[in-house]
T-cell receptor, first 115, second 110 residues
Framework: GAGVSQTPSNKVTEKGKYVELRCDPISGHTALYWYRQSLGQGPEFLIY????????DSGLPNDRFFAVRPEGSVSTLKIQRTERGDSAVYLC?????????????FGPGTRLTVT | GQNIDQPTEMTATEGAIVQINCTYQTSGFNGLFWYQQHAGEAPTFLSYNVLDGLEEKGRFSSFLSRSKGYSYLLLKELQMKDSASYLCAVRRDYGQNFVFGPGTRLSVLP
C-alpha cells in the first residue's frame, strides 16, 4: 500500500515569506508527527496529532510555526515569516495509534531552504 | 532536559559484528526505538524495546537496561548496504513526543 507522502519534496523561499508543507499519512493511521532534521542531526520533534487535535505541540519553536489536521488525515505545517534558520528537512511520520508503541512510518521529507 | 548520546561515527568490515551504543536521560520513558536512515532518505524502523533485555530480529538485535539508561543495537553479518546512520529514539510518554539522538554514521568497508 501507499506510504507516507509529503509535498513538495523541495521548497526554496525567501526570508520573510510564508510556506506550507503538506503530509499525507498512511490510510487509517490516527497518529501523525512532524519533525525537522538538520544535516548530521537526528530528527527534532515539532508536533503530534492524535486524530484532528494536536495532542502535543511542545516542540514548535515559536509562534511562527503552526500545524493543522482538520479531518484527521492530511496535515499541513505552516511557517510564517520564514528565517534562514528554518532551513532543514521537515519529516512527517504516522502510526496506527499514538497511545500504544506502534512504530512510526516516515515520509521522504520536504527540504526547505530559506534564502 | 532531554539528552541522548550516541557515537558520531563507526567503521566496521563486511561480515563482521558491530555494536552501536545509546545512553539516554529523559523525563519519562515509554520505549526505546532504533531507526536506520540512509543518506537523503527517511528513517525506517528497526526495533523497539520497552522492557529490559534483548530483542532479536534477524541480523539485528537491540538491548535495553532501563536502570542504566542504556541501549545498544547489534548488527551481525554486516553487509555493504548496512552503511547508514542509526538513530536511537526515546518515547517519553504515552502518545507523546519522541526524542531522537544525533545518530551514528556507520561505514561498512569491504
Amino acid at each position: 500500500g501507499a506510504g507516507v507522502s509529503q509535498t513538495p519534496s523541495n521548497k526554496v523561499t525567501e526570508k520573510g515569506k510564508y510556506v506550507e508543507l503538506r503530509c499525507d499519512p498512511i490510510s487509517g493511521h490516527t497518529a501523525l508527527y512532524w519533525y525537522r532534521q538538520s544535516l548530521g542531526q537526528g530528527p527534532e520533534f515539532l508536533i503530534y496529532f492524535q486524530g484532528t487535535g494536536a495532542a502535543d505541540d511542545s516542540g514548535l519553536p515559536n509562534d511562527r510555526f503552526f500545524a493543522v489536521r482538520p479531518e484527521g488525515s492530511v496535515s499541513t505545517l505552516k511557517i510564517q515569516r520564514t528565517e534562514r534558520g528554518d532551513s532543514a528537512v521537515y519529516l512527517c511520520a504516522s502510526s496506527l495509534r499514538g497511545d500504544t508503541p506502534y512504530e512510526q512510518y516516515f515520509g521522504p521529507g520536504t527540504r526547505l531552504t530559506v534564502t | 532536559g532531554q539528552n541522548i548520546d550516541q557515537p558520531t561515527e563507526m567503521t566496521a568490515t563486511e561480515g563482521a559484528i558491530v555494536q552501536i551504543n545509546c545512553t539516554y536521560q529523559t523525563s519519562g520513558f515509554n520505549g526505546l526505538f532504533w531507526y536506520q536512515q540512509h543518506a537523503g532518505e527517511a528513517p525506517t524502523f528497526l526495533s523497539y524495546n520497552v522492557l529490559d533485555g534483548l530483542e532479536e530480529k534477524g541480523r539485528f538485535s537491540s538491548f535495553l537496561s532501563r536502570s542504566k539508561g542504556y541501549s545498544y543495537l547489534l548488527l551481525k553479518e554486516l553487509q555493504m548496504k548496512d552503511s547508514a546512520s542509526y538513530l536511537c529514539a526515546v518515547r517519553r510518554d504515552y502518545g507523546q513526543n519522541f526524542v531522537f539522538g544525533p545518530g551514528t554514521r556507520l561505514s561498512v568497508l569491504p
